[in-house]
């Protein structure tokens, strides 16, 4: 009987393991942030105004300039101190990520 109890408690700390790795690796996802904004928009104060996402998905039929913005900070409808650049957002890294990424120009 003792012996069980200790094979279902390793397996516990296996699987508690493995949930740490899994949440581990998602953070350090290829995927980063990105938000839809109008590139004709741009505000000095607040940055560029988002715009629906359906904006982005298609070229044709939309009435603004919209692109991708990656790793911006987002408020009040706007989005400001991110990039255009899909590679350079996930060079960037994050929590776990390897490289520390180049901080800018």
Request: contains cysteine.
């Amino acid at each position: 009987m003792a012996e069980s109890r200790r094979r279902v408690r390793s397996s516990t700390v296996v699987l508690g393991g493995m949930g740490v790795l899994a949440a581990a690796l998602t953070s350090c996802g290829s995927d980063p942030d990105r938000r839809c904004v109008d590139r004709d928009s741009y505000d000095y104060l607040n940055g560029y105004k988002l715009v629906a996402d359906k904006n982005c998905a298609s070229s044709s039929g939309s009435r603004v300039d919209a692109d991708w913005y990656y790793d911006a900070d987002v408020r009040a409808g706007y989005a400001d101190d991110g990039t255009f650049s899909r590679s350079e957002a996930v060079d960037r890294g994050g929590f776990g990520c390897s490289g520390s990424g180049s901080g800018g120009g």
